[in-house]
């Protein structure tokens, strides 16, 4: 079997098991580990320039390498063009994308740099893969310095209707950046007919047929277990006792715009107003450690939400209880994992989102004699495979007060029939199955448009 290159713009800590590991790490593990293998990407670290020679660490039969970011890179590639520019018009937010055009020269610069330190590592056979909307050029810069290996590109986020991407300035060299990869995979159909869309209209429509939906999974077993083993552990219990018998509903997700939490907030605020035998009878417990702290419109949001959840619990609390709990620091996973499990109702509001994994944690978390309810939005990837939840609009804060309601009256019955259909796709469609289907369609044994998930 070839080599597998896995390009991203973060490169996980080889010391880290995957209880800690980030999403894709957890993802990407049984691929790595059945062969050999190398990640390539950014170290996390700045320096005065971005690095040309990948530092190399060896673990297992995966090799990792890193080179670290100049701040130049760091501030126009990573927090202006991929973070200020293209993450809010992925997200379908033209409005608050802030474009500078020293913010893409990084970005085409450290696409660029990547590929120069990556290239002399490559072998003639290796298989690439490469992760996400901070390598968008990539796979052109390898072909420009003669790679010619198979060049596979996952978009993780969504991808909006042409119209809406077309806004971002340099949207067709970013189009025809994706043109050089082999196969190009995104989240669910609707992104699928949206990029083929663009590169149609774009002139690319050859590269159109190499666009395929493949929706991401988790480890569903392993999570599961972790929630079942850890629900009896000091943070788990701790929690519980301190409930007194009310139920939990939880939120864990990034503190970011496009999570959906002010309306969440205020729609757990609105079921509070409008149904108040509630009141009393739940407690909300939000969790969302701060990220991107350094982008002016992630502060901003973070003055919202400390406003919002103050409001809220200044109107409805009791001396002996308040309706929201809100942490941002981080909190483990194996912890979340665990909460989640206790938990009567998971919240999962997004405005958009790729796929989102925390609903398919929450579904895997569950006891599966007395499963939770899972409250989701229409516009996270998920909601195409999870049709066991209460799918809301999660703009519409009275929508989330009314699915809230009817989470809490649930009857058991119904509960458990609404998760079994979920469990068995969480379970069926898993990180594994979603790495070897891309690889499949990326190595040639199958058409990509065919071999994406029949969403
Ligand atoms: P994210 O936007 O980071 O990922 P998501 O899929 O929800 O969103 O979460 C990724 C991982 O981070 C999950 O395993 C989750 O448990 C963990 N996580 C999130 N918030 C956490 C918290 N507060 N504490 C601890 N862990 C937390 C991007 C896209 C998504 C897509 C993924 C994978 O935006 O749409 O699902 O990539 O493709």
Redesign the pocket.
Known sequence: MSRLVVVANRVPDPREGGATA??LAVAMKDALAKRDSLWFGWSGKTAEETGTEAAQVRHGSTTYATIDLGHDDYRHYYQGFSNAALWPVLHYRLGIARFDRRDYGGYTRTNAAFAAALAPLLRPDDTIWIHDFHLFLMAAELRRLGCRQRIGFFL??PFPPRSVFNGLPHAAQLLEGLASMDAIGVQTEDDAENLRGALIAGGMGEAAMRVGAFA?GIDAAGFASLAARRVGSKDVVRLRDSLAGRSLAIG???L?YTKGLPQRIAGFGAMLERFPRHRGKITFLQ???VSRGDVAQYRTLRRELDEGVGRINGQMAEPDWAPIRYITR??A?PT?AGFMRVARIGLVTPLR??????AK?FVAAQDPVDPGVLVLSRFA?AAVELDGALVVNPLDPDDIAEALDVAMDMPADERLDRWSRMWATVRANTAAAWCRRFLSALEGHEAVAEAGSSL
């Open positions: 980030g999403g993780h986020v991401i864990v997700d990034r970011d969790v969302a450690p981080a909190v996973r979340i989102d790729g796929m989102n994994l925390v944690e990837g």
